[in-house]
């Protein structure tokens, strides 16, 4: 519940007024014989429903960022300044640092859920789709009944896209991109609020892809999490994000809005990213803003359009 008065409300940002996770100055390095400062000093909020971009080339630091927060990074890791707090839907907040194993294994699936990079391997091959979606309930939800655990399976599978009949099925008889949807409906299983999506769609065809992404915003939509997508490909988090964090050797070095970042990027790394994908340097910049409603972009290429037209027409 936020306790902004309506005035505040008209000024303050949606994230702010209304955060879900707020990361303050987090650090952390890979000690060794060289020690890397993979993730320097990193401050940001995700308010609550947002779908927050991280971009950045490989080895920026995105993964460690994300792992860093929900505490699952191993040694020789360690977290040298910071703190990422979540805030619960239901008014309280809690500092991830401060929880023990217990606790955090609780915390992960059941308020904040992670789909990894090539999570759609990590399915247990011998295991049927049913015995592995019904495994999350067993453990976090020991109450349910037999017959509504395998009910609310199927529906967590068409919830995703995918028929309840694939239950039966093991991993090897799905293609890649129904395996990586039922990782995500695993990450949904218990209503998170927060949904961190590292890299989920890199190695799926981009037709595939382009299917999931579309899901994940129209189940944002209906479900009200916030996501934390992590992508190297720009153009993609564009299409998605209200927000987009720019990462580069560890630290963000813009952080805008995703139609601000597009037309008006302030950090010259930020434009040599943007200026590294032809597809939204060529002359229409042809990607389609799907997900969030903001139409802002096809209004900016519609004028861009229309300028060329009359350019067209006039003499040299
Ligand atoms: N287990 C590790 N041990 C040592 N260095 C690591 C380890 N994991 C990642 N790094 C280093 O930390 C930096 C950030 O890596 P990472 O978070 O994986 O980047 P990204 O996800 O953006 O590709 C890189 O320089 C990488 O080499
Ligand atoms: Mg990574």
Redesign the pocket.
Same mark, same amino acid.
């Given at each position: 519940m936020s306790t902004a008065t309506p005035e505040a409300e008209a000024t303050t940002p949606r994230h702010l007024a209304d955060p879900v996770i707020t990361i303050d100055d987090f650090s952390v390095d890979?000690a060794?014989q060289v020690t890397?400062h !993979?993730?320097k000093n990193v401050s940001l909020t995700l308010g609550r429903g947002e779908i927050l971009g991280l971009a950045?080339?490989?080895?920026?630091?995105?993964?460690?960022?994300a792992y860093g927060i929900t505490r699952l990074l191993k040694p020789? !890791?360690l977290i040298t300044s910071g703190s990422a707090t979540f805030h619960s839907r239901e008014g309280w907040s809690a500092d991830l640092s401060t929880l023990s194993g217990d606790e955090l294994r609780q915390f992960r699936w059941d308020k904040i859920s992670m789909v990894f990079q090539g999570a759609m391997n990590s399915l247990n091959p011998v295991i049927s789709i049913q015995a592995q979606l019904e495994d999350v309930f067993t453990t976090h939800r020991p109450e349910l009944s037999r017959a509504e655990r395998v009910q609310k399976c199927g529906d967590l599978l068409e919830r995703v896209g995918v028929d309840r009949s694939r239950l039966k099925s093991f991993p090897h008889e799905l293609s890649g991109g129904m395996r990586q949807r039922v990782m995500i409906a695993m990450a949904m299983a218990l209503d998170p609020q927060v949904m961190i999506m590292?890299e989920p769609t890199t190695a799926l065809d981009v037709v595939v892809q382009r299917e999931i992404l579309d899901e994940i915003t129209r189940l944002r939509a209906e479900l009200g999490f916030a996501v934390i997508f992590?992508t190297?490909d720009l153009p993609l988090l564009l299409e998605i994000s209200d927000r987009i964090a720019v990462?580069k050797a560890?630290e963000i070095v813009e952080l805008n809005d995703a139609y601000e970042l597009y037309t008006n990027p302030r950090n010259d790394y930020t434009k040599r990213l943007l200026a590294s994908f032809p597809s939204l340097t060529g002359e229409r910049g042809d990607f389609i803003r799907t997900g969030v409603a903001d139409d802002r972009l096809e209004e900016t290429k519609q004028a861009d359009a229309d300028e060329d037209a009359a350019n067209e027409g006039a003499p040299a």
């Open positions: 890979y060794g890397t !993979a993730v950045g080339e490989s080895g920026c630091g995105k993964s460690t960022l020789p !890791a590292d992590i190297h990462m560890g």
